[in-house]
């Protein structure tokens, strides 16, 4: 059986390009980091290294928003070492890990071929990073249209029914909890993004093996907020949580899993919308619980003008994430073609022992 988890470690958000590597990586006592050289050989390296080991031990795939193909990292919990790649692009940069062994593969490009391409290679560059700005500032945009989405429903939300259903959830989830003497732990990370290809997500590996409760609601219905106050509660009782957020908007919750209490609650409407196919699945709904009158039939042609502007706005960041896919793979073909695999392969034989 393997024993992977996938997740997204960072994402091109509304408010801007965002990291959530220094969560992730707590309990990780080393990391090597994969330094220059080919970006295509070094995804072939954590994949083959998740290939190795998934049989044998608990890993964790740290998937890619900038390049639908590419791997940022795994992670083999219970080895404490993570393998990344440490292509600035990434975001890896100021971790709050002191022990990081850097393998520069530099050492093994061709230079001649690489001073050859230098100007191209100073465009690409330049051009990829005006294409991720570009996204960023597009998603800006989107989200305020979908805080206007937001401002439709919120005055409907019947606060007193909300946090009564709060806590009858909380209940629900931690029946049967023992309080611990300590404060659980909460690492976050990304269910999903923003991709070249749109919205992706990892909700069908991060939830196997737990039970599923599916969010459903709308926008500006309290969501995000019941996720935050559920998180709080369990560490309270001294469980750890995985909090996963919104690839969109950072700052808002679309899930949280606690692994010793057997249970993955997220919010399952669009762009991760799903539907139960376990025996076991639940859906709890919110705009029919706590959602004071028929807001999508008052509001029905304001809404479904919203959701239009709201969804070609989206496109037009995507367009630009995958511009900036194919720039980069302009990239990585050059650096690829001066590599060599090889000689590469035969350093790195060690995280295979």
């Known amino acids: 059986m393997k024993n992977v988890v996938y997740y997204y470690g960072a994402g091109n958000t509304a408010k801007g390009f965002r990291p959530l590597y220094n969560s992730i990586f ?3 006592k080393k990391i090597y980091s994969l330094n220059g050289g080919s970006n295509i050989f ?4 954590i994949k083959e290294l998740i290939d190795e080991y998934s049989d044998t031990l608990s890993l964790e795939g740290i998937v890619s928003t900038i390049d639908n193909n590419e791997m940022e990292g795994v992670i083999l919990r219970e080895k404490e070492i993570a393998v990344i790649n440490g292509t600035p692009l990434h975001g890896f940069m100021n971790l709050a890990i002191d022990n990081i062994e850097v393998i520069d593969l530099d050492v093994f490009l061709d230079k001649d071929e690489i001073e050859k391409n230098e100007e191209t290679i100073k465009f690409l560059k330049e051009q990829f990073k005006e294409c991720m ?10 989200l305020k249209i979908h805080d206007y989405w937001e401002d439709i429903y919120f005055p409907y939300l019947n606060i007193e029914k909300a946090n009564k259903f709060t806590e009858h959830v909380i209940s629900l989830l931690t029946d049967g909890a023992v309080k611990k003497e300590s404060k659980g732990k909460c690492v976050e990370r990304y269910l999903g ?5 749109g919205p992706k997500d990892s909700v069908p590996s991060i939830t196997e093996g737990v039970k599923r409760y599916f969010l459903k609601g709308r926008a500006g219905t309290g969501k995000s907020t019941m996720l935050k106050k559920i998180a709080k509660a369990v560490m309270e009782l001294g469980y750890d949580v995985e909090v996963y957020n919104c690839g969109f908007d950072p700052d808002s919750k679309d899930m949280v899993i606690s692994r010793e209490l057997n249970f993955a609650i997220f919010d399952s409407t669009a762009p991760h919308e799903y ?6 699945d639940e859906i709890i709904d919110v705009y029919t619980t706590y959602i004071d009158g028929d807001v999508d039939k008052i509001h029905k042609e304001e809404i479904k003008k919203i959701a239009l502007n709201y969804k070609n706005q989206v496109a037009k960041g995507t367009a630009f994430l995958l511009k900036g896919e194919e720039v980069k793979n302009k990239l990585d ?3 690829n073609n001066a590599f060599n ?3 590469a392969k035969g350093v790195l034989e060690f995280l295979f022992e």
Not at 134 to 141: L, T, V
Not at 275 to 280: A, I, V
């Open 193 to 197: 993004g923003a991709t070249p290809s």
């Open 333 to 335: 073909d050059i650096y």
């Open 42 to 45: 070094k995804t072939a390296i």
């Open 275 to 280: 539907f139960p196919s376990r025996e076991d």
């Open 26 to 28: 707590q309990g990780v």
């Open 133 to 142: 700005e570009n996204a960023h500032k597009e998603y800006e945009k989107a």
């Open 341 to 343: 695999h090889k000689e």
